[in-house]
Nanobody, 123 residues
Framework: QVQLIEFGGGLVQAGGSLRVSCAAS????????MGWFRQAPGREREFVAA????????YYADSVKGRFTISREYAKNTVYLRMNSLKPEDTAVYSC????????????????WGQGIQVTVSS
């Protein structure tokens, strides 16, 4: 019903910046609450950031607050995660997540997931 397509993963040097994108399609509702999770090898999945359908409310994990910024293009149902001052510990598979109504959270992720994209930060 809803397909999430992610773009922008790759390799970046520590201290650099990278933007990942997630576009939602296949649903009549234009805007969905969306967010990002990440999972590193040997680690549990963790919440990164989320944004309301309107784009007016955002949420961040403490580990990324001040460095990462989530935003959206309201009409396109696309979210962006701008990652600045990247650290090696940010290396993980980043997965886009969306829900029909609720803003994704660590306790209650949304119903739809993207395939996940690799973000690698070199030392």
């Amino acid at each position: 019903q809803v397909q999430l397509i992610e773009f922008g993963g790759g390799l970046v040097q520590a201290g650099g910046s990278l933007r990942v994108s997630c576009a939602a399609s296949g649903r009549t509702v234009r805007s969905l609450p969306m967010g990002w999770f990440r999972q590193a090898p040997g680690r549990e999945r963790e919440f990164v950031a989320a944004i309301s359908a309107s784009g007016l409310t955002t949420y961040y994990a403490d580990s990324v607050k001040g460095r990462f910024t989530i935003s959206r293009e309201y009409a396109k149902n696309t979210v962006y995660l701008r990652m600045n001052s990247l650290k090696p510990e940010d290396t993980a598979v980043y997965s886009c997540n969306a829900d029909e109504a609720r803003v994704p959270s660590v306790a209650t992720p949304g119903a739809y997931w993207g395939q996940g994209i690799q973000v690698t930060v070199s030392s």
